[in-house]
């Protein structure tokens, strides 16, 4: 898989958390009652300093590598600590260096597919923060989505 080398600003996500891990049986369904959770119930429409249309999946708080539980949250970059609804937390994106891919599929199976091919790299990953930036005004389709691996 092909990637660049970037470095980040530091960002702020407002959204829903869980604490999962890869071996969790439920981990896969978890996440994605997270997703429908943010945009079903409303979640999504009541962040309304929003810095962008840009939905993220993020990934945070390893225990230890790809083996360790760590905290899944999907939301969106903020601009400003404003008022949330009592369920919205807040999560920093250090600065950082990342390994940037795109990724270009389909929304419900492109993700997955690129997490099991990452776990198979050789990748320098520091375990601290990585995160899914799907671009707006994509088709379910045929999703653009910007996955940012934060190295050493």
């Known amino acids: ?5 970037v470095e980040l600003e530091e960002k702020m996500v407002a959204g829903l958390k869980i604490r999962t891990s890869n071996s969790d049986p439920d981990m896969g369904k ?15 429409q009541s962040i309304l300093n ?5 939905s993220i999946g993020l990934y945070t708080n390893y225990e230890s590598d790809v083996t360790g539980a760590y905290d899944a949250m999907v ?9 949330f609804p009592k369920d919205v937390l807040i999560q920093t994106i ?3 260096k990342y390994a940037k891919f795109i990724v270009i599929g389909d929304m419900h199976t492109a993700a997955g597919e690129f997490w099991a091919k990452l776990w198979a790299m050789n990748l320098d990953r520091k375990y601290s923060c990585d995160y899914e930036e799907y671009q707006s005004g994509c088709d379910t389709e045929h999703v653009e989505i910007h996955m940012y691996i934060s190295v050493n």
């Open 75 to 83: 939301g969106c970059e903020i601009q400003n600590l404003s008022e």
């Open 50 to 54: 929003k810095q962008n249309d840009k």
């Open 1 to 5: 898989m092909n990637y660049e080398i």
């Open 30 to 44: 978890s996440i994605n009652d997270l997703w429908q959770g943010f945009y079903v119930n409303g979640v999504y």
């Open 94 to 96: 250090p600065a950082g």
